[in-house]
């Protein structure tokens, strides 16, 4: 199984290290971000620096926005689960109360 695993990730990987290479290498010259909607010439609100810098930051930016929407909508099933292990210990503990011959409350109280 690790090695299928790490076939299937050469198999992923490498292809798209060799696309991300040659989107830098194609996207080289340098371009100017302005930031400034009203005065585009105006230098203190612009950035310059080579295209497939900004192509990589807009991805990673893309993928920490996707994780944290994904995140924050699956909180509810993460708090139901946290609510059931709870729910789960407190079972078990009064399983083995009743196995072990004391009432419940008696040994929850005690510990």
Do not use: C, Y
């Not at 971000?33 to 192509?55: G, K, Q």
């Amino acid at each position: 199984m690790d090695k299928l695993k790490k076939i299937l990730s050469l198999v992923i990987f490498v292809p798209l290290g060799i696309i991300l290479i040659v989107l830098a290498v194609a996207n080289r010259q340098m371009v100017t971000l302005a930031l400034n909607p009203f005065r585009p010439e105006d230098s203190v609100l612009a950035v310059s620096a080579p295209f497939f810098l900004f192509l990589f930051l807009a991805l990673l930016f893309g993928m920490l926005v996707g994780a944290a929407v994904t995140w924050w909508s699956q909180g509810r099933h993460r708090k139901q689960a946290r609510v059931e292990a709870r729910e789960a210990v407190r079972w078990q503990k009064e399983h083995k109360a009743a196995v072990g011959g004391q009432p419940a409350s008696r040994q929850l109280v005690s510990k």
